[in-house]
């Protein structure tokens, strides 16, 4: 059995809802390069040997000094390309860089952007701009995509018109960047019945992605009672087969969070959620995924140093809590890559 271990995670350079990550998006705006190249380090200290950058822009300004005719004009921050620190910081330390395809505008077009073909020719531009700049780094081995195919209702299929607009736009991506490695992160489809996985194996085919990370929506329980990470862990094992004959990698994603807590103005936001959750978590994807990843570390489930000066109330347990586990179950020197 695959050890149930977390080898990746998120990140964001500025998070695509300020309420989401209000424990860390403001910090951050503020991080120069020694910030970015100690969060880097601390993911690598805890067995991380992965780093998936969510957006290289946000309401369509670049994060990093891109081609300006083509992506546009970078949003000023004091760290003067926070992509090329994490890029650089990764490849110091032979990890690996999947960056971010986001985003283009407002948040909900995050996760659910319009695909408009002025969304697809801008990340289109985006993903060649990057590949040019960032593509001698070692570290860097594809791009994330933020467009999510959304499944249907009572689960099995994603809904054919969003797996057709999504499918539309990764060939845009194809036709720049040819057979760089393109990972996208859906929810997951809970369990597929036996009459749907023709139809599946079809839309995983037609979406074109060499990798799937499964959303395992754990953040969500509680809000939603019909969310239950170990019916999307039934799911993974029908539909893995499925992956494996298109020759595509299954990653799933736990989701480190709960989403309960609110402001005063009643919007929701992320705190890191109780380790015996995330356990349980890890233990239902390991039998099955191909690598486990979080979202995410910044923000929920990190150290706090001077460095990284980041963290819900809760983050710093969550994270030790982790590294304990580890080093009882599975010691880094064993484990490491």
Not at 37 to 46: G, K, L, S, T
Not at 295 to 320: C, S, W
């Amino acid at each position: 059995m695959p050890r149930p271990l977390i080898t990746g995670s998120f990140i964001d350079i500025q998070h695509v809802n300020n309420w989401d990550a209000q424990y860390w998006v403001d910090e951050c705006r503020d991080w120069r390069d020694e910030n970015w190249e100690a969060i880097v380090n601390d993911m690598q200290a805890i067995g991380l040997d992965t780093v998936i950058v969510t957006n290289c822009a946000i309401w369509g300004r670049p994060l990093y000094p891109a081609n300006r005719k083509t992506v546009g004009l970078q949003l000023p921050m004091p760290c003067a390309d926070p992509v090329g620190a994490i890029v650089r910081a990764a490849a110091q330390r032979n990890m690996s860089v999947y960056l971010g395809l986001g985003a283009f505008g407002r948040y909900s077009l995050n996760a659910n952007p319009d695909l408009s073909p002025e969304h697809d020719t801008w990340l289109a531009n985006m993903a060649e701009d990057l590949r040019e700049q960032y593509g001698h780094s070692k570290a860097l081995r594809g791009f994330y995509l933020t467009a999510e195919a959304h499944t249907i209702k009572e689960g099995g299929l994603f809904a054919q018109d969003d797996c057709d607009k999504t499918a539309r736009f990764v060939q845009r991506i194809r036709e720049r960047v040819g057979d760089t490695k393109l990972m996208m992160s859906p929810a997951n489809l809970k369990r597929p019945r036996p009459e749907q996985l023709d139809a599946l194996l079809i839309q995983l085919d037609q979406l074109n992605v060499d990798i799937f990370a499964y959303q395992d929506h754990a953040g969500f329980e509680k809000l939603y009672p019909d969310l239950n990470f170990y019916e999307a862990a039934e799911g993974y094992r029908i539909i893995k087969p499925l992956h494996e004959k298109l020759g595509q990698q299954m990653w799933v994603n736990c989701e480190v969070f709960d989403y309960t807590e609110k402001r005063p103005d009643g919007r929701r936001i992320c705190t890191s959620c109780e380790f015996e959750r995330l356990e349980r978590q890890l233990q239902a994807a390991a039998p099955i995924a191909d690598k486990i990843i979080i979202y995410q570390y910044q923000g929920l489930m990190n150290k706090r140093t001077a460095q990284v000066n980041i963290g819900t109330p809760g983050a710093e347990i969550l994270h030790d809590a982790y590294v304990n586990y580890r080093a009882k179950h599975f010691p880094l020197s064993a484990t490491r890559p």
